[in-house]
T-cell receptor, first 116, second 116 residues
Framework: DTGVSQDPRHKITKRGQNVTFRCDPI?????LYWYRQTLGQGPEFLTY????????KSRLLSDRFSAERPKGSFSTLEIQRTEQGDSAMYLC??????????????FGPGTRLLVL | TQLLEQSPQFLSIQEGENLTVYCNSS?????LQWYRQEPGEGPVLLVT?????EVKKLKRLTFQFGDARKDSSLHITAAQPGDTGLYLC????????????????FGKGITLSVRP
């Protein structure tokens, strides 16, 4: 399977704990996105990487959130001091970049986080 | 802020019926993507429409992009239980230039249930 993969698929943690999620994009895709989806809502943009550079962060991304893509391949999203409001599905998407002024993003299966 | 409104929010129909659902905005998008999402999984891309007025067909699914590139519709002919799922539309920003990212703005989705 050469699609976007995410690990873990599910995570249950207690309030105040730190969690880290991993995303492996499609090989040679230089763009990587993180989104968050809560129940009954569509995904909301969190942050964007082009290669290893984090070029945009949403205002949704508080100081407790940090994302990295150290070698321009896989990415990690860490949440420190988790709160119950962080419970959501965290989605990663990758793309090969712009082609003919459009870009197609391919999503991974997501990591579902539950903060107790 | 770009917003996408999808309607209806919920739809339950009998197998074999036809249906049309909508994705509307007051903003112009460079492209619009439709995804289908199963519970606990990430969104799976169905189609990308780019040109105003464009119509794309995917088997029994017909997608149309509005002339002004602000809205889109999805028509399903002879719906089947396998069409059940959450249908999300997502718009990419209008002003794309080299280096810009196309973070997607999603609607809340349409929950479709097709009864056998």
């Amino acid at each position: 399977d050469t699609g976007v993969s995410q690990d873990p698929r599910h995570k249950i943690t207690k309030r105040g704990q730190n969690v880290t999620f991993r995303c492996d994009p499609i090989s040679e895709h230089n763009r990587l996105y993180w989104y968050r989806q809560t129940l009954g809502q569509g995904p909301e943009f969190l942050t964007y990487f082009q290669n290893e550079a984090q070029l945009e962060k949403s205002r949704l991304l508080s100081d407790r959130f940090s994302a990295e893509r150290p070698k321009g391949s896989f990415s990690t999203l860490e949440i420190q001091r988790t709160e119950q409001g962080d419970s959501a599905m965290y989605l990663c998407a990758s793309s090969p970049g712009l082609a003919d002024n459009q870009e197609t993003q391919y999503f991974g299966p997501g990591t579902r986080l539950l903060v107790l | 802020t770009q917003l996408l409104e999808q309607s209806p929010q919920f739809l339950s129909i009998q197998e074999g019926e036809n249906l049309t659902v909508y994705c509307n905005s007051s903003s112009v998008f460079s492209s619009l993507q439709w995804y289908r999402q199963e519970p606990g999984e990430g969104p799976v891309l169905l189609v990308t429409v780019v040109t105003g007025g464009e119509v794309k067909k995917l088997k029994r699914l017909t997608f149309q992009f509005g002339d002004a590139r602000k809205d889109s519709s999805l028509h399903i002919t002879a719906a089947q239980p396998g069409d059940t799922g959450l249908y999300l539309c997502a718009g990419a920003p209008y002003c794309l230039f080299a280096g810009a990212n196309s973070k997607l703005t999603f609607g809340k989705g349409i929950t479709l249930s097709v009864r056998p």
